[in-house]
């Protein structure tokens, strides 16, 4: 499975847009680009996932870059429940079905 | 209410014990997994099964044993062989067995369990 890259922490005042990174730079034809979070001692949640077009949902937006090589997570409106790790992953169909789970980005929205 | 449920919320294990960790679920999946997370860390996959009856190994499985007897249940057992059980244990489903087509997970709350 292709290795996915995110900066460790990031800062979002509440109400602005929070723009999670990552680079997927081995990433496969086949392969699709997932989201999830994780609040402190709580299941990780999913919010979006995507293969090459753009995607949202009522969470968030996933915004694939043509070459597939690195995609952004937005967040349009951040609120302080909003505060997690985000991680990104990347899944190859025909896979155990197994997600693959990096460090993540912690995203800190501030008041 | 559909979704995922874990019990119990925190499990303390004394040294040589086996305990088992409950994951149910009522949304009708047919996958579903076990995976452990240590502090700061992503997570790990330790069992998985695709079909009632059925489960394979994951990356971790030494010291771990499940059953699937039922498609809503999937229980985790944290055998005395494994020797650092200290973590939070996430039971997850989804809707079709892998390799098939492209299904998300979804994540119970998860059990943190306590060797004393």
């Known amino acids: 499975d292709a290795k996915t890259t995110q900066p460790p922490s990031m800062d979002c005042a509440e109400g602005r847009a929070a723009n999670l990174p990552c680079n997927h730079s081995?990433?496969?034809?086949?392969?699709?680009v997932y989201w999830y979070r994780q609040i402190h001692s709580q299941g990780p949640q999913y919010i979006i996932h995507?293969?090459?077009n753009n995607e949202t949902n009522e969470m968030a937006s996933l915004i694939i870059t043509e070459d597939r090589k690195s995609s952004t997570l937005i967040l349009p409106h951040a609120t302080l429940r909003d505060t997690a790790v985000y991680y990104c992953?990347?899944?190859?169909?025909?896979?155990?079905?197994?997600?693959?789970f990096g460090q993540g980005t912690t995203l800190q929205v501030k008041p | 209410d559909g979704g995922i449920t874990q019990s119990p919320k925190y499990l303390f294990r004394k040294e040589g014990q086996n305990v088992t960790l409950s994951c149910e679920q009522n949304?009708?999946?047919?996958?579903m997994y076990w995976y452990r997370q240590d502090p700061g860390q992503g997570l790990r996959l330790i069992y998985y099964?695709?079909?009632?009856?059925?489960?394979q190994k994951g990356d971790i499985a030494e010291g771990y044993s499940v059953s699937r007897e039922k498609k809503e249940s999937f229980p985790l057992t944290v055998t005395s062989a494994q020797k650092n059980p200290t973590a939070f244990y996430l039971c997850?489903?989804?809707?079709?067995?892998?390799?098939?087509?492209?299904?998300?997970?979804?994540f119970g709350p998860g059990t943190r369990l306590l060797v004393l």
């Open positions: 997850a489903s989804s809707i079709y067995p892998s390799g098939r087509t492209q299904e998300t997970q979804y």
């Open positions: 081995t990433i496969s034809g086949n392969e699709y």
């Open positions: 995507g293969l090459k």
């Open positions: 992953i990347v899944r190859v169909l025909g896979n155990t079905g197994k997600l693959i």
């Open positions: 949304l009708n999946h047919d996958a």
């Open positions: 099964s695709q079909i009632v009856n059925d489960f």
